[in-house]
């Protein structure tokens, strides 16, 4: 795994505050409100819609604010706020490349905090397409191996249609192709496997090595941007040390 994925299963796995889960609830709300605007309502007919609403309730939301958030999408809702998707690029301390996807209604405000939190970080906003062409896009499921052979777990995901499978300690990253994330959840459930998550990501080309104090550096800006309420997904090619990783865990 590259460190920022290491990054993502770690904040993840911290679990969320309190007082920032109606932050992340909006979040995912955005999320289910554009999948269904893009696909339609049904989850049954729509995997990212069908995605979203599974990290939702993973994430404990209530069934009323899903609801809500697809009658949003729909246009069931008549006061349901128009959202853009925009992309943000640029540098953090370095030359760590980062990604930031987000969701708004108010593209003014969200480039103004995402700029803010590059400058504060030490970093600095590019241009479109300054940072793009280093990341691919991929979708990931993450395996919980528990009291099972990590090895077996490996065969196990690439019988099942992976087109990559990475080991890291006791931690299991399936990697597929975009169009096929849902058809290996599928067959992953269907042979028993434990899933931790399931989402698409923006997976670097190559990765950057950083020492320790400029890995600090990132991991804040990391931190600062994903705690924004209009950013939804943070990628970076950054490669953290272990000892650094630790710590922040």
Aim: proline share 4%; hydrophobic share 40%.
């Amino acid at each position: 795994m590259s460190g920022h994925s290491k990054w993502s299963s770690i904040k993840r796995d911290k679990g969320i505050a309190d007082n920032k889960r109606g932050q992340l609830f909006t979040k995912l709300g955005r999320e289910i409100s554009v999948a269904a605007r893009h696909g339609g309502g049904d989850p049954d007919a729509n995997s990212r819609l069908r995605l979203a609403i599974d990290r939702a309730r993973g994430a404990n939301m209530p069934k009323d604010n899903i609801e809500r958030a697809i009658k949003k999408g729909t246009g069931a809702d008549s006061d349901a706020a128009m959202l853009a998707e925009v992309i943000y690029e640029g540098y953090g301390p370095g030359g760590a490349a980062v990604l930031v996807e987000a969701l708004t209604d108010n593209r003014n405000r969200t480039a103004s905090d995402v700029r803010n939190a590059f400058t504060t970080a030490g970093g600095n906003l590019g241009d479109a397409g300054s940072v793009a062409w280093q990341f691919e896009n991929r979708g990931l499921i993450t395996l919980k191996p528990g009291d099972e052979d990590p090895e077996e777990l490996v065969l196990r995901a690439i019988d099942s249609g992976a087109e990559d499978v990475m080991v890291d300690g006791g931690a299991i990253e399936v990697y597929t192709k975009p169009d096929e994330l849902e058809s290996v959840r599928q067959a992953l459930a269907a042979a028993d496997i434990p899933i931790g998550s399931v989402e698409f990501m923006k997976v670097p080309k190559n990765t950057i090595a950083l020492d320790v104090h400029k890995s600090k550096q990132v991991l804040r800006l990391l931190d600062q941007l994903d705690e924004l309420e209009d950013v939804q997904r943070v990628s970076s090619n950054a490669d953290f040390p272990d000892e650094v990783l630790a710590a922040y865990a």
